[in-house]
């Protein structure tokens, strides 16, 4: 059985950089059969696709965050994480890591938790 | 703002059917079969329901269906149940490895 668990802070300052890492069971990233991905929910709005990683460290991210965002994996490690630099009170909301149903595919098949940011002084 | 328009709610009676939309672009939800739809519980991980516009995994009952015509996808659940009342959102495939969210359908059950 694949699980994935978000692990973080809880609480960043604003323009400091959150990282995130999403533990990966029951499945191996560097199998090289999915892409992994991070989606947010901010406060009291909708899902917001940020990016997905693939085992090899190709990544992909959402053009509005780009600037900002940086994606990595550890195959050795099992985990994949996220940095978002210069937070504001705008990224506060649960994150969650998925894993995409598989290279070509385009949904995301299994999801984490979730881990609630706030962003805070 | 969400990419992808829905609408905030919608209702029926158990035993009723509902219907979501998901409204996008010719960029988006009308280039591609990339449409999958998400059931969320508060405070719980999204739940894929349908994926590539009308398949259903393997474990989500066959009265979710899924279609799409145009720029706009739609999920349609039939013979609501209790359990059914849920936010619900669409995703697409944007291109050049791009993905947009909807901004979520609260469904509730009469």
């Known amino acids: 059985q694949v699980q994935l668990r978000e692990s973080g802070p809880g609480r960043v300052k604003p323009s400091q950089t959150l990282s995130l890492t999403c533990a990966v069971s029951?499945?191996?990233?560097?199998?090289?059969?999915?892409?992994w991905s991070w989606v947010r929910q901010p406060a009291g709005k909708g899902l917001e696709w940020l990016g997905r990683i693939y085992a090899s460290g190709s990544a992909h991210y959402n053009p509005s965050l780009r600037s900002r965002l940086t994606l990595s994996v550890d195959t050795s490690k099992n985990h994949f994480s996220l940095k978002l630099t210069s937070m504001t009170s705008a990224d506060t909301g649960v994150y969650y890591c998925?894993?995409?149903?598989?290279?070509?595919?385009?949904?995301?098949?299994?999801w984490g938790q979730g881990t609630m940011v706030t962003v805070s002084s | 703002q969400s990419v992808l328009t829905q609408p905030p709610s919608a209702s029926g009676s158990p035993g009723q059917s509902v219907t979501i939309s998901c409204t996008g672009t010719s960029s988006d939800v009308g280039a591609y079969n990339y449409v999958s739809w998400y059931q969320k519980y508060p405070g719980k991980a999204p739940k894929l329901m349908i994926y590539?516009?009308?398949e259903r995994p393997s474990g989500v009952p066959d009265r979710f269906s899924g279609s799409k015509s145009g720029n706009t996808a739609s999920l349609t659940v039939s013979g609501l149940q209790a359990e059914d009342e849920a936010d619900y959102f669409c995703?697409?495939?944007?291109?050049?490895?791009?993905?947009?969210f909807g901004g979520g359908t609260k469904v509730t059950v009469l």
């Open positions: 029951g499945a191996y990233i560097s199998s090289g059969d999915h892409y």
């Open positions: 998925a894993r995409v149903g598989g290279v070509g595919s385009t949904f995301l098949e299994i």
């Open positions: 995703l697409s495939y944007a291109g050049s490895h791009n993905f947009v």
């Open positions: 590539e516009v009308t």
